[in-house]
């Protein structure tokens, strides 16, 4: 190509050097580069086949400036020098080149790339790491060991929901005795003979006890009571009923919780039923039953006392010596009766115990021999006006009447001498017992039909009973 220049119309300038203005087309083009060293010569320009001389760290590369616009100034300082907001500035394009040590710009760090672990979860790891080895060892070790026999036997079934009976409602037998028991009491009287124990229950919150007359006959006049948390308090007897079985004592303390009374007369065969009390001398016993009959009559006493006659509540609820004076209650937690005696095979004199024949005064007439003694020392014996000679003849059973007083209540109903009682108030009679026992269930002033037989007639009348005179 001769001497002739050759050019590819961009121009070669090192970073911050100002761009040299464009040659004109056909213009011989001005040598490109650095200065040549004074003496070394001129540079000859490069050639077509020549490498183009680099100068500098780096390189740009610049075209021909175009001509300015037309118009007016623009209103921004560097708008020429700017090839973004000019569009008729040369465009350039700036390779970085070498930075001098030193001088490195702060480096910026992603904030997506990983980071460095701290000091924290340095730590953390290892000990997460180290617990979770530990669990599954000790389950795996538990495991190997159950199954190789090393944990010993395990007792007992998986916990499960109590059934019903367990969850001790209030109409439950330990619902009922949790409620009654804080009422039941321990009585120790001494006599000459030693000393004796019964039971008792708190019949009025300023310290009426009621018991049986059996419990307290021989003593002094003084008793001790001894309460269901274990406290015990001195007590005197208020009074007694000998023919009915029923005594009365008081405790100087307040603030006592008395029983609920039942209706004894409300009770039939078959209902469930409680024995408390303190049987052998075992305090807070309870036993539980039902009720096996009703009105049967009892004679009872001991040699040389009273003889006791009641329509008695029979059950077969576990009753043993001790267990005397203690409330029978019902279902609700109501004392319906007053525990006085047992039937047993042993001879008189011996050792008797329970073989499911207890007997239990109604509450009924205990409690209106109660609240007699209580408000006058005594109580009423309630009779018929009548004396019983002997079992009636021929059929039909009945009581036979030896004797009738001439004012009585047995005369005012038209019963004479003779006439065989078959029932009282619906009940029959087959033993003179019966009649006695239950006509002193009834309270004075009671009127009871009577069905007796006269010769061979049968007829009905009603007696207003009354009290004794005594």
Same mark, same amino acid.
């Given at each position: 190509?001769?001497?002739?220049?050759?050019? &590819?119309?961009?121009?070669?300038?090192?970073?911050?050097?100002?761009?040299?203005?464009?040659?004109?087309?056909?213009?011989?083009?001005?040598?490109?580069?650095?200065?040549?060293?004074?003496?070394?010569?001129?540079?000859?320009?490069?050639?077509?086949?020549?490498?183009?001389?680099?100068?500098?760290?780096?390189?740009?590369?610049?075209?021909?400036?175009?001509?300015?616009?037309?118009?007016?100034?623009?209103?921004?300082?560097?708008?020429?020098? +700017?090839?973004?907001? +000019?569009? %008729?500035?040369?465009?350039?394009?700036?390779?970085?080149?070498?930075? %001098?040590?030193?001088?490195?710009?702060?480096?910026?760090?992603?904030?997506?790339?990983?980071?460095?672990?701290?000091?924290?979860?340095?730590?953390?790891?290892?000990?997460?790491?180290?617990?979770?080895?530990?669990?599954?060892?000790?389950?795996? #070790?538990?495991?190997?060991?159950?199954?190789?026999?090393?944990?010993?036997?395990?007792?007992?079934?998986? %916990?499960?929901?109590?059934?019903?009976?367990?969850?001790?409602?209030?109409?439950?037998?330990?619902?009922?005795?949790?409620?009654?028991?804080?009422?039941?009491?321990?009585?120790?009287?001494?006599?000459?003979?030693? $000393?004796?124990?019964?039971?008792?229950?708190?019949?009025?919150?300023?310290?009426?006890?009621? $018991?049986? +007359?059996?419990?307290?006959?021989?003593?002094?006049?003084?008793?001790?009571?001894?309460?269901?948390?274990?406290?015990?308090?001195?007590?005197?007897?208020?009074?007694?009923?000998?023919?009915? &079985?029923?005594?009365?004592?008081?405790?100087?303390?307040? #603030?006592?919780?008395?029983?609920?009374?039942? +209706?004894?007369? %409300?009770?039939?065969?078959?209902?469930?039923?409680?024995?408390?009390?303190?049987?052998?001398?075992?305090? *807070?016993?309870?036993?539980?039953?039902?009720?096996?009959?009703? &009105?049967?009559?009892?004679?009872?006493?001991?040699?040389? =006392?009273?003889?006791?006659?009641?329509?008695?509540?029979?059950?077969?609820?576990?009753?043993?010596?001790?267990?005397?004076?203690?409330?029978? /209650?019902?279902?609700?937690?109501?004392?319906?009766?007053?525990?006085?005696?047992?039937?047993?095979? /042993?001879?008189?004199?011996?050792?008797? =115990? *329970?073989?499911?024949?207890?007997?239990?005064?109604?509450?009924?007439?205990?409690?209106?021999?109660?609240?007699?003694?209580?408000?006058?020392?005594?109580?009423?014996?309630?009779?018929?006006?009548?004396?019983?000679?002997?079992?009636?003849?021929?059929?039909?059973?009945?009581?036979?009447?030896?004797?009738?007083?001439?004012?009585?209540?047995?005369?005012?109903?038209?019963?004479?001498?003779?006439?065989?009682?078959?029932?009282?108030?619906?009940?029959?009679?087959?033993?003179?017992?019966?009649?006695?026992?239950?006509?002193?269930?009834?309270?004075?002033?009671?009127?009871?039909?009577?069905?007796?037989?006269?010769?061979?007639?049968?007829?009905?009348?009603?007696?207003?009973?009354?009290?004794?005179?005594?």
């Amino acid at each position: 190509m001769g001497g002739t220049d050759v050019t &590819d119309g961009w121009e070669w300038r090192r970073d911050g050097e100002t761009p040299a203005p464009a040659r004109p087309t056909g213009a011989e083009a001005p040598p490109v580069g650095p200065p040549a060293a004074p003496g070394s010569g001129s540079v000859p320009e490069p050639s077509a086949g020549d490498a183009a001389p680099v100068a500098g760290p780096s390189v740009a590369y610049a075209g021909p400036p175009p001509a300015p616009a037309p118009g007016p100034s623009p209103w921004w300082s560097d708008a020429l020098g +700017d090839p973004w907001r +000019d569009p %008729a500035a040369p465009a350039a394009v700036v390779v970085p080149g070498v930075v %001098a040590a030193g001088t490195e710009p702060e480096p910026v760090i992603d904030p997506d790339a990983p980071g460095r672990p701290t000091l924290r979860n340095l730590l953390l790891i290892p000990v997460i790491t180290a617990l979770l080895a530990g669990t599954l060892g000790g389950a795996l #070790g538990y495991a190997f060991a159950v199954r190789g026999g090393a944990a010993g036997t395990v007792l007992g079934a998986e %916990a499960a929901d109590p059934p019903a009976l367990a969850q001790r409602k209030p109409e439950s037998l330990a619902g009922v005795a949790e409620r009654v028991l804080p009422s039941v009491v321990t009585i120790r009287v001494s006599s000459l003979g030693g $000393t004796s124990e019964g039971s008792g229950f708190i019949a009025s919150a300023d310290g009426h006890v009621i $018991t049986n +007359d059996h419990v307290v006959a021989g003593s002094s006049g003084k008793a001790s009571v001894v309460f269901n948390d274990g406290s015990s308090a001195a007590a005197t007897v208020v009074g007694q009923d000998p023919e009915s &079985d029923i005594a009365v004592i008081k405790v100087n303390r307040t #603030g006592l919780r008395p029983v609920e009374f039942g +209706d004894s007369e %409300a009770l039939a065969v078959g209902d469930p039923v409680l024995a408390m009390g303190s049987p052998l001398s075992l305090a *807070n016993t309870v036993t539980a039953g039902i009720v096996s009959a009703l &009105d049967r009559t009892m004679q009872a006493g001991e040699p040389g =006392g009273p003889t006791r006659y009641y329509a008695a509540i029979q059950t077969d609820a576990a009753v043993n010596h001790g267990n005397s004076g203690g409330p029978l /209650v019902d279902g609700a937690g109501r004392v319906v009766g007053v525990n006085s005696t047992i039937k047993s095979l /042993v001879a008189d004199g011996q050792e008797a =115990g *329970n073989i499911g024949l207890a007997f239990a005064i109604p509450i009924n007439q205990a409690k209106r021999v109660t609240q007699e003694i209580i408000g006058t020392g005594k109580a009423r014996r309630t009779v018929i006006g009548a004396q019983v000679g002997g079992p009636g003849a021929g059929a039909g059973g009945g009581v036979r009447l030896a004797a009738v007083e001439p004012s009585g209540p047995a005369a005012g109903a038209g019963l004479k001498v003779g006439d065989v009682i078959l029932k009282l108030d619906g009940r029959p009679m087959t033993e003179p017992t019966d009649l006695i026992a239950l006509v002193r269930k009834f309270a004075p002033g009671s009127v009871v039909t009577v069905e007796f037989r006269r010769g061979t007639a049968r007829r009905n009348t009603s007696v207003t009973l009354a009290a004794d005179a005594k």
